[in-house]
């Protein structure tokens, strides 16, 4: 099979079929990242079922949705994680087909997950946890800039990183995802299990990185947090996306927000 370019599957969500808006796609028209058709599955459990969207550069996408509906799932498949297992459908980040690899090419090529379970490495001190996610390149930030962004972390440099709170655990997994070179930002439920005020920290930190021009997709059960930070907004129900508008739009319309995301 000769290799499709990102251009046989440039489908943007929004663009009618065909006519005019198809045939305009050119090369430079191909979005950043591309969720073409995915379909993925638990062993035998059908899961991702037909997921599209697509981002461009710098743009923050919230991917939303009732507990249950595939976000984790959806995030792990863009990542490349073994499970749930793709059989169908394409991935694609700056060009590169990331459907084709496995987890840690997708890390090399930059695709930072940052799991729901922080994973906090035990016996390891704040800034041991960053250094070891320096260890293979390519590096991303600087741990004297992850310090600037994260001023609570370079005070606990030196402290076990599961002795600290659970919003600093979330700042050290964020953080360790920004130490190396990443393209598209992927976190799930940053603030889960965090009292408000921690919250708030943590979304002025993401407004930084934001504002430094990351791509990213926040999953948020937090739907009006997630919102507020967001550009854009995917709402997946069963396995399926069934909104993407802008985020605004979202916020402006309460039936939507009922109907699927219960605020
Ligand atoms: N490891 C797994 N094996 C089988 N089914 C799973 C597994 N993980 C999640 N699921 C199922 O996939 C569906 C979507 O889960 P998930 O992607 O975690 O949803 P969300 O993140 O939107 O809450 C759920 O029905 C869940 O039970
Ligand atoms: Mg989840």
Do not use: C
């Not at 889960?192 to 930084?208: D, M, R, Y």
Request: aromatic share 6%; charged share 20%.
């Amino acid at each position: 099979m000769n290799a499709p370019t990102p251009l046989d599957r440039v489908i943007p969500a929004a663009a009618p079929a065909g006519g005019a808006a198809a045939a305009a796609t050119s090369r430079a028209d191909a979005p950043y990242f591309q969720a073409h058709d995915l379909h993925a599955y638990y062993g035998e459990s059908y899961i991702v079922q037909g997921v599209n969207f697509s981002m461009k550069e710098s743009e923050i996408l919230a991917l939303l949705g009732r507990n249950g509906a595939g976000k984790t799932s959806t995030l792990r498949t863009i990542a490349r994680l073994a499970e749930p297992h793709l059989t169908q459908g394409e991935v694609w980040l700056a060009g590169q087909p990331l459907h084709r690899m496995k987890a840690y090419q997708a890390s090399r090529l930059g695709v930072g997950l940052v799991p729901e379970d922080r994973r906090v490495i035990q016996g390891l001190t704040v800034q041991q946890n960053l250094q070891l996610a320096q260890i293979a390149p390519p590096k991303g930030w600087s741990l004297e800039q992850i310090y600037e962004l994260f001023p609570r972390l370079g005070e606990r440099k030196n402290q076990e990183g599961t002795t600290l709170s659970g919003g600093e655990q979330q700042m050290l997994a964020i953080a360790r995802t920004l130490a190396r070179d990443v393209k598209l930002l992927l976190l799930d439920e940053p603030y889960e299990g965090l009292a408000p005020v921690i919250v708030q920290e943590i979304e002025k930190t993401l407004q930084k990185v934001r504002d430094l021009g990351m791509t990213t997709i926040i999953v948020e059960q937090n739907a009006l947090a997630a919102l507020h930070l967001a550009d854009r907004a995917v709402i997946l129900d069963m396995g399926e996306v069934v909104y993407d508008g802008t985020a605004k739009e979202v916020l402006d319309n309460e039936d939507l927000r009922h109907e699927y995301l219960a605020v």
